[in-house]
């Protein structure tokens, strides 16, 4: 099973300002997902991010806002531009090894934004 | 759109209890379904992953069926103990684009 560091665990950001969260894992995977959670709420997916071309997002979320890098098979960031309170969330990546197969997930980044 | 639906939305029993988790889900034109638990500051850990021609599989004292026709799963974990006690979600792979669907999730608490 893959393992996945996500870093920061948390984070605390004025109003405006970015973010980038990392996502490691410990092998390679074609296929990175971001996500993220509201409180009180379900995951939702941000966007697809595979290696080699440009990430896909899903829709209400757009690259200006959350702009991905994946620059090889275990390295990927996700960036929350511009923050606003709105944006106070649990942000998860996850790696799938093959298609239809379990989803491994990092430990996610909390953050809050004042 | 898929929608994935959790009952109840939370749960306290006493150690020993068997515990019934219920997920159901809008479109049965599923891949599979997973069920996930989550840990405060964890992440999501994988429980068991039932493929869509399956109607159940079984992980120790956890059990999950599936009956894809009626858009439903459950989760029955046996003889709670206070160490189950954490949030978890069922999640549905669609079949036409494999992105997951989440369910909001049923937070457990198991009293010792």
């Known amino acids: 099973s893959a393992v996945i560091s996500q870093k920061p665990s948390r984070d605390i950001c004025q109003r405006g300002t970015s973010l980038t969260i990392q996502c490691q894992v410990d092998s390679q995977v074609t296929m990175m997902f971001w996500y993220r959670q509201q409180p009180g709420q379900s995951l939702t997916l941000i966007a697809t991010a595979n290696q080699g071309s440009e990430a896909t997002y899903e829709s209400g979320f757009v690259i200006d806002k959350f702009p991905i890098s994946r620059p090889n098979l275990t390295f990927s960031t996700l960036t929350v531009s511009n923050m606003s309170p709105e944006d106070s969330s649990i942000y998860l990546c996850?790696?799938?090894?093959?298609?239809?197969?379990?989803?491994?997930f990092g430990a996610g980044t909390r953050l809050s934004v004042l | 759109k898929q929608e994935v639906t959790q009952i109840p939305a939370a749960l306290s029993v006493p150690e020993g209890e068997n515990l019934v988790l219920n997920c159901s889900f809008t479109?049965?034109?599923?891949?599979?379904l997973q069920w996930f638990r989550q840990d405060p500051g964890k992440g999501l850990t994988s429980l068991l992953l039932?493929?869509?021609?399956?109607r159940e599989q079984t992980s120790g004292r956890l059990n999950a069926s599936l009956d894809k026709s009626s858009g439903r799963s459950t989760l029955y974990i046996a003889a709670s103990q206070p160490g189950d006690s954490a949030t978890y979600l069922c999640?549905?792979?669609?079949?036409?684009?494999?992105?997951?669907?989440f369910g909001a999730g049923t937070t457990v608490t198991v009293r010792a």
């Open positions: 039932i493929q869509s021609s399956q």
């Open positions: 999640a549905v792979l669609r079949s036409n684009d494999y992105k997951l669907s």
């Open positions: 479109d049965s034109a599923i891949y599979n």
């Open positions: 996850s790696v799938e090894e093959d298609r239809g197969d379990i989803q491994y």
